[in-house]
């Protein structure tokens, strides 16, 4: 561990690259791309108080490439009671994140990722719908702490049950 530490120290002064200035960017990278996996894993575990823990005030939130609704500028809370209405209908949700793309800018970032959610609900006319995409988020540092201020869906395909959703719908209604 103290070799490879060297050699990123080693390589960045020779390349006259401040090494605290890269090893403090590498950490906020870290740091960001912990709060969208936060996200993500406490979604599926139904933990609504951390799911809005991720979320600056105010959250412009856009999902209109797949459902054709307009971005809205929502609370935290207003975001996980909209999900509440669905999600918790599912016997089970899976979302996947991965190659990531991450920018940090002072206390800014953009965040670039892929995106699939694999959602299971027993059905006859098939147990599984699937979404895929990528998203877009940007994050503001508050504090020692960064929060997703914007978050959009860029839909790509989905497959499997779609009428699985309006199933989830009526589930969660009856919870």
């Known amino acids: 561990m103290r070799s490879t530490a060297f050699i990123v120290l080693t ?14 960017n590498m950490d906020n990278k870290v740091n ?4 969208i996996t936060s996200l993500f894993v406490n979604t599926d575990k139904r933990n609504w108080a951390e799911v809005e823990a ?10 209109s490439s797949m459902t054709g ?5 929502l609370t935290p809370t207003q975001i996980t009671e909209a999900w509440k209405k669905v999600l918790p209908g599912f016997t089970h949700t899976n979302h996947q994140i991965g190659n990531f793309i991450t920018t940090v800018k002072n206390a800014s970032a953009k965040v670039f990722c892929y995106g699939t959610a694999t ?13 895929v995409g990528s998203y877009d988020f940007n994050l503001e540092k508050s504090g020692s702490k960064w929060k997703i201020v914007s978050m959009t869906f860029n839909f790509k395909y989905q497959d499997g049950n ?14």
């Open 32 to 35: 960001i791309q912990e709060v």
């Open 162 to 175: 779609e009428m699985l959703v309006g199933k989830a719908i009526e589930n969660a209604k009856a919870k």
């Open 11 to 24: 390589v960045m002064v020779f390349n006259n690259q401040n090494p605290h200035t890269q090893l403090s």
């Open 69 to 73: 609704n307009k971005a809205e500028e």
């Open 54 to 63: 991720q979320f600056a005030p105010k959250v412009a939130l856009d999902y």
């Open 119 to 131: 959602h299971y609900l027993k059905d006859s006319k098939g147990d599984v719908w699937i979404v």
